[in-house]
């Protein structure tokens, strides 16, 4: 098992501000009991690179980010390394995606399936207590990232078991860009695209389905409140669902039209309502969607919530 901690400052000020005679023997042996720890294993065995900094923060939105450094040592006495671990899951421990850099040589970055990440991998066990607690063991395939569309990925095996008692804090202001449905896939990666005629909003599941808000003229902040109805080939403001059938690997993060099958849709989507709050401008909307394939219905999204501050 590789373990790695971290002791806060406060902390190290006390523990070399007092004598021997103030520190108990027991207090010394709590110490060196390390509040985070780690077993990492990369196609069954440990990393050659020693693992510091394992780190876990929440605050940022609704979701949980692990992660750790790599340092090699060598033979002059200096060292390389750098952030080598990141793993971003729901609070209810629905994974999103994974990352991992390998700095032996040669250095090589890995991902877990781009757009698919629940394609290849498990959660095992999941526990967590809000900023107190983290238990999480997971297993799987990542891939060493192509820029070749016609390269087949080859695996690679990931298993981990984290334990984070010590939180590091997180600073960043949050603002609501939230997808919530009824289905078990959980939406991320929301993005506002604009161009010079039109703007669309675009978010990712951790299962592979793209929903997409389309033909807008202005920001859905800027629109104002009531219903807003479509149909399969309507090209007023809609709502568009497609789904990833492409072969997992991590490939350039971009959409390969040949790679999504397209549903027809058809519903509404309204705007309820629109607050100001620290001079930001947020929008509820809610939404109800029929995805048919070739008459049959594969999703339908009843009342499904959409926050949204861009």
Known sequence: ???SFTIPLFLLFIITGCSPDTVSEEENMSEDIPLNTIDFTINGEEPVA?????SAFTGCGENLSVSFAHWIETSNGTGYGGSAFDMSLTTSGDLLNV??????EPSSTYYSPFF???STFQVEEFEYVDNEMLRIKIKGQIFEQTYNYFEVPEPTELSTEIIIKDFSTCNQDFFPNTIITDYNFVFHKISRVQSS????????SNAGHLLEFKNLDERLTNLPEGVYSFEEDSVSPRVNLSEFIGVPRAFVNNIIIDEWKNYETSGSFEIIKVRNSDGETFSQIIFNVLAMENGTIKYEFNNAVFETSW
């Open 1 to 3: 098992m590789v373990r």
């Open 116 to 118: 698919t990440a629940l």
């Open 197 to 204: 005629e039109t703007i669309f909003y675009r978010a990712f």
């Open 99 to 104: 990352y991992y850099r390998d700095y032996d």
């Open 50 to 54: 020693g693992i510091r900094y394992l």
